[in-house]
């Protein structure tokens, strides 16, 4: 869901978006997420605003363990978008979050049940650029995104044999970097647009278990109508063999 209100000094945005996930696994994960945004014009060539989201989710468990997760997340941050030349464009975004999760799940013989917390740090900045050419645009854009999340110590009430003990696990910190390179392709169409964005994608990811630095490849399609009601998109994503693959649809309806 979408909506804005221009009036005044400030654009003020609502907006929201559902997603479901499935990994490898089998495990399902769904997330309802909402946003609201004020943006405000600060010169000719500079806009900033903040925002405050809130987000529940819900994860059917599939694998070494089976169960079920829940959980809701708050978020605050910021974000400014800077036009550094006539085709040239620099944005940035921040924000911390916090979630609590709710976990149970079971080997068969161990059963875990327990409660933890997460503070969450995100922050992104992205340079963008226009080059038209004979019958499309070329928009290369240089990405680096940054996201860490700190569980620590978790507790835990563990069942086996009849028997429950309180565990304790320390998760620690994990966080991962990418810095993505995409010359984003875009061919006008009888009735719409098209989009196609080869990207090459390079990733950092810290953890207890030590870093990992890899590198890989990605490509983007995506097709919008001609007045910006429909669009559809795939996305696929390999860092050495780690597949991520999504699918998007929109549809706008007026009320």
């Known amino acids: ?50 925002f405050v989201g809130l987000g529940f989710g819900s994860s059917e468990l599939n694998g070494t363990f089976t169960g079920d997760v829940s959980s809701v997340n708050a978020t605050v941050g910021g974000f400014g978008l800077k036009q550094l030349g006539e085709n040239l464009f620099l944005s940035g975004y921040g924000a911390l979050g916090y979630t609590q999760s709710d976990i149970s799940m079971t080997n068969g013989t161990l059963e875990l049940d327990g409660t933890y917390d997460s503070t969450n740090v995100y922050a992104g900045i992205k340079l ?8 499309f645009e070329v928009r290369p854009t240089v990405s680096l995104d940054y996201g860490s999340s700190d569980i620590g110590v978790a507790a835990f009430d563990a069942t086996a044999f009849g028997l429950t003990s309180i565990e304790s696990a320390d998760f620690g910190r994990v966080s991962v970097a990418d810095l993505t390179i995409t010359p984003e392709i875009h061919i006008s169409m009888a009735e719409g647009s098209a989009v196609f964005a080869p990207s090459l994608v390079c990733r950092s990811e810290s953890g207890s278990s030590g870093t990992t630095e890899a590198c ?30 999504s699918i998007n649809a929109l549809y706008e309806l007026e009320f």
């Not at 990994?23 to 000719?44: F, K, P």
């Not at 963008?128 to 019958?135: K, L, N, P, R």
């Open 1 to 50: 869901f979408f909506g804005l209100n221009a009036e005044g000094d400030a654009r003020r945005y609502t907006l929201g978006q559902f997603n479901m996930a499935r990994d490898e696994n089998g495990s399902v994960t769904g997330q309802l997420s909402g946003r609201y945004a004020v943006e405000y014009d600060v010169d000719d060539t500079l806009s900033a605003g903040y």
């Open 128 to 135: 963008a650029g226009t080059v038209a050419m004979d019958g």
């Open 216 to 245: 890989g490849y990605g490509l983007g399609v995506n097709y919008t109508s001609e007045d910006d009601r429909f669009s559809i998109g795939f996305n696929y994503k390999n860092v050495e063999g780690d597949e991520d693959i």
